[in-house]
């Protein structure tokens, strides 16, 4: 493989983190977790888990955010 840098495209950033997001709310909802105003571990509620379209824009930052750091961790084993 050609010696450069792993990086995904804005595009793919973008698909991934929605990927992600719904991997977060399936996980949460096998766990009992539901949707609350806000955030409350003993009932448990959480005011993410909705979909993409209607997350804030800073919880959507997290999850490109994480993707962003799956690309660094990806890049030693990626050359």
Do not use: C, Y
């Not at 493989?1 to 495209?9: C, K, V, Y």
């Amino acid at each position: 493989m050609a010696d450069r840098e792993l990086q995904f495209s804005p595009a793919e950033v973008e698909t991934l983190a929605v990927i992600e997001h719904n991997r977060w709310m399936a996980h949460r909802d096998l766990n009992g977790w539901d949707f609350g105003e806000t955030r409350d571990d003993a009932l448990p509620l959480h005011p993410s888990l909705v979909p993409w379209k209607k997350l804030p824009e800073g919880e959507k930052q997290k999850d490109r955010d994480t993707i962003l750091r799956i690309a660094g961790l990806l890049a030693p084993i990626h050359r």
